[in-house]
C-alpha cells in the first residue's frame, strides 16, 4: 500500500540556520508533491508544489527538491526564524480527481 | 473573497448523539475533502467529494458516517451515534477541479464527545 514518511521527530534549530526536512514515499508513482504548513489549532496553508518533471522549486526562503529515483523530497528553509515553529506537511498527489493524502508531518521548532 | 468556511468551530456532543459538520468550499471550488485529525497525529484523510457526487470515501469507517456535497449549499459531515472515540478535529479543503494542485483549507471543527 502507499506509504508516505516523514520525520515524526521534532527538529530542533537555531534561529538563521537552514532547516531540512525530508518526506519518503514508497508504492507510489506522484505526478508532483505539495508541502503545506499547519500551525496548532489551525488549518493547513499551502506552500509550495513542485512537479515529476522538476528538479527543485524556490520561494523566497523556502527550497523543495523533488528525486524520483529516490522517491524523496527535502523542503529546506534558509535563514530560519522562530516564526517558521510550526508543523510541515508533505502530499504527494497525482492528477485525475486523485484524493490528496498527507504525511503525518515534521514539527519543526526554531529557537532564538 | 471568502475562504473556506467550517461551522461550527467547537461542538459538543453527548455519546448516542449526532454531529453535523458543515463545509462552504471556497467560491468556484467544486471539490471537497475531509480529514479527520487526532491529537498530536496527521490528518487522516476520509472522503472526497464532487458536486453531488461521491468520488472517493476510502478513509471513512463503514459505519455511522455519512458526507454529501449537495447541488446548493455546503458539504455536510454526518455521524451518528457519536462516540468519545470520534473526539477529533475535522477539517475540509475545497480545490476548484480536482486536477491536482493547492487545496484550500477551513479552520476545522473541533468535535467533542462527552
Known amino acids: 500500500s502507499q506509504k508516505i514518511e516523514q520525520n515524526s521527530e521534532a527538529l530542533n534549530i537555531q534561529e538563521g540556520k537552514t532547516a531540512t526536512l525530508t518526506c519518503n514515499y514508497t508504492?507510489?508513482?506522484?505526478?508532483?508533491l505539495q508541502w503545506y504548513r499547519q500551525d496548532p489549532g489551525r488549518g493547513p496553508v499551502f506552500l509550495l508544489l513542485?512537479?515529476?518533471?522538476?528538479k527543485e522549486k524556490r520561494k523566497e526562503r523556502l527550497k523543495v527538491t523533488f528525486d524520483t529515483t529516490l522517491k524523496q523530497s527535502l523542503f529546506h528553509i534558509t535563514a530560519s526564524q522562530p516564526a517558521d515553529s510550526a508543523t510541515y506537511l508533505c502530499?504527494?498527489?497525482?492528477?485525475?480527481?486523485?484524493?490528496?493524502?498527507f504525511g503525518t508531518g515534521t514539527r519543526l521548532l526554531v529557537s532564538p | 473573497n471568502a475562504g473556506v468556511m467550517q461551522n461550527p468551530r467547537h461542538l459538543v456532543r453527548r455519546r448516542g448523539q449526532e454531529a453535523r459538520l458543515r463545509c462552504s468550499p471556497m467560491?468556484?471550488?467544486?471539490?471537497v475533502y475531509w480529514y479527520r485529525q487526532l491529537p498530536e497525529e496527521g490528518l487522516k484523510f476520509m472522503v472526497y467529494?464532487?458536486?453531488?457526487?461521491?468520488?472517493?470515501e476510502s478513509g471513512m469507517p463503514k459505519e455511522r458516517f455519512s458526507a454529501e456535497f449537495p447541488k446548493e449549499g455546503p458539504s455536510i459531515l454526518r455521524i451518528q451515534q457519536v462516540v468519545r472515540g470520534d473526539s477529533a478535529a475535522y477539517f475540509c479543503?475545497?480545490?476548484?477541479?480536482?486536477?491536482?494542485?493547492?487545496?484550500?483549507f477551513g479552520q476545522g471543527t473541533r468535535l467533542t464527545v462527552v
Open positions: 479543503a475545497s480545490s476548484p477541479n480536482g486536477q491536482g494542485g493547492e487545496a484550500f
Open positions: 508504492n507510489y508513482s506522484p505526478a508532483y
Open positions: 513542485i512537479r515529476e518533471n522538476e
Open positions: 502530499a504527494p498527489g497525482n492528477t485525475g480527481f486523485q484524493k490528496l493524502v
Open positions: 467560491k468556484g471550488h467544486s471539490h
Open positions: 467529494l464532487q458536486k453531488e457526487n461521491i468520488i472517493d
